[in-house]
């Protein structure tokens, strides 16, 4: 499944032996890259039976679709798809999660964009 990982030591082989070209043709790896290697791989072992995990391009790690179907409470049934994106400063930044189906919830608007809703306690 984990194509980048191969293509990382391959480059990695190349720029060694000398036969990749210049440093300008070699495309390096961002951290981001490195960093979900090793996370979508622990991401597959430990995800609930619940869940499963989507990727459109099994070299483009950072864009990928999760579809939760719970077995139980209020949302019992139910299939909710989530669009999340890893930006280039992740590690740093959160990534970007967009709910593809409708429903109502508190902490989602109506773009499907989570929002963080505060309310003010009264004494």
């Not at 300008?24 to 619940?50: G, H, Y």
Request: with cysteine; aromatic share 8%; glycine share 4%.
């Amino acid at each position: 499944m984990i194509t980048l990982s191969k293509k990382l030591k391959k480059e990695a082989a190349e720029k060694k032996s000398g036969t990749g070209g210049t440093d300008a043709l070699i495309r390096r790896a961002s951290i981001r890259d490195k960093l979900l290697v090793k996370e979508v791989q622990e991401m597959e072992l430990n995800l609930p039976s619940t869940c499963r995990v989507k990727f459109d391009d099994p070299h483009t790690l950072c864009r990928f679709e999760l579809i939760i179907c719970p077995e139980e409470n209020y949302w019992q049934g139910g299939k909710y798809r989530f669009h999340i994106h890893v930006t280039e400063e992740y590690n740093m930044v959160p990534p970007k999660v967009k709910c593809l189906t409708k429903l109502w919830h508190p902490n989602i608007n109506e773009e499907g964009k989570y929002v963080l809703v505060f309310y003010e306690r009264i004494p």
